[in-house]
């Protein structure tokens, strides 16, 4: 069955400091794979996406994310948190064939400390 | 501009109440979706369509209906057999119900708490 890992519900960085929210899959045929931010009270704005292509993905705010088939992993990264970045944010699967449904991590929330 | 309306953005039932969120989209998109979210538990489908007048149950569906009448309008009604209904939820919508590789676009999303 497909699923999503997210390592570590809550992480703590210094503004300035690297983002890194790790992602785990798991997966017998090849994902499609997105990162998702959520502002406290709001609905989920996409960050990024890897579809096919290249590996490195860049999105919105500065973030990024590489697709690691042989880690099953598609961790995202930020080379210097800003204290806007604090939110929680979710790592979602889906795949081809089938009803494009989303299967969603539990979320890691980012708290970004001066 | 285009984008997903959900209200009301709070909402308060009394034990034993049906209750429905209203769900509407301006993005021409063929797929709907109805999420709910728990703390430290991500978000789980609760009903999904991917076209006018059809719908197809989801993970956690027990306690709940839907109906997609028109194309921008995807309701959900929490009904009195849904025994733990306080949560966050959210509808989404994206162009393609079919493939995978097309995101989702999400409401601000609806508060419910049972009283």
């Known amino acids: 069955a497909q699923s999503v890992t997210q390592l570590g519900s809550h992480v703590s960085v210094s503004e300035g400091a690297l983002v890194l929210l790790r992602c785990n899959y798991s997966?017998?045929?090849?994902?499609?794979l997105f990162w998702y931010v959520q502002y406290p009270n709001q609905g989920l704005q996409l960050l990024l996406k890897?579809?096919?292509?290249?590996?490195l993905v860049k999105g919105i705010n500065g973030f990024e994310a590489e697709f690691k088939k042989s880690e099953t992993s598609f961790h995202l990264t930020k080379p210097s948190a800003h204290m806007s970045d604090a939110a929680e944010y979710f790592c979602?699967?889906?795949?081809?064939?089938?009803?494009?449904?989303?299967?969603f991590g539990a979320g890691t929330r980012l708290a970004v400390h001066p | 501009d285009g984008g997903i309306t959900q209200s009301p953005k709070y909402l308060f039932r009394k034990e034993g109440q049906n209750v429905t969120l209203s769900c509407e989209q301006n993005?021409?998109?063929?797929?709907m979706y109805w999420y709910r979210q728990d703390p430290g538990q991500g978000l789980r489908l609760i009903y999904y369509s991917q076209i006018v007048n059809d719908f197809q149950k989801g993970d956690i569906a027990e306690g709940y209906s839907v109906s997609r009448e028109k194309k921008e309008s995807f309701p959900l009604t929490v009904t009195s057999a849904q025994k733990n209904p306080t949560a966050f939820y959210l509808c989404a919508s994206s162009i393609d119900p079919w493939g995978g590789n097309t995101e989702a676009f999400f409401g601000q999303g609806t508060r419910l708490t049972v009283v």
């Open positions: 997966s017998s045929v090849p994902p499609y």
């Open positions: 979602a699967v889906s795949f081809s064939g089938g009803y494009n449904k989303l299967i």
């Open positions: 890897y579809t096919t292509g290249a590996t």
């Open positions: 993005l021409n998109h063929d797929a």
